[in-house]
Nanobody, 118 residues
Framework: QVQLVESGGGLVQPGGSLRLSCAAS????????MQWYRQAPGKERELVAGIGTRGSITNYADSVKGRFTISRDNTKNTMYLEMNSLKPEDSAVYYC???????????WGQGTQVTVSS
């Protein structure tokens, strides 16, 4: 049974930082592209950042470039999102996704809430 469990969300003031984690089990983690998405109330889910299977290739949404850093540790089956200089518009539920483009399969976590407010 595949499980993706996000953690690390919470309430933070503008300009603050948070580190999200996504712990995976039940799959061969190193074979999956990992991505972070977010969804704010009334908005569509959007891709925030992605990382290749070995961690050497990353991509970011323009809105978070220079502020967010995605990383992964294949020995711990865990992906991270370091978020700095947070803005109120970063408030959303953040989801992690595991994507296998060869087998055309993907899995989602349950999400973790991030609220940026003074």
């Amino acid at each position: 049974q595949v499980q993706l469990v996000e953690s690390g969300g919470g309430l933070v003031q503008p300009g603050g930082s948070l580190r999200l984690s996504c712990a995976a089990s039940g799959l061969t983690f190193r074979r999956y592209i990992m991505q972070w998405y977010r969804q704010a109330p009334g908005k569509e889910r959007e891709l925030v950042a992605g990382i290749g299977t070995r961690g050497s290739i990353t991509n970011y949404a323009d809105s978070v470039k220079g502020r967010f850093t995605i990383s992964r540790d294949n020995t711990k089956n865990t992906m991270y999102l370091e978020m700095n200089s947070l803005k109120p518009e970063d408030s959303a539920v953040y989801y992690c996704q595991a994507l296998d483009t060869v087998l055309n399969t993907n899995y989602w976590g349950q999400g973790t809430q991030v609220t940026v407010s003074s």
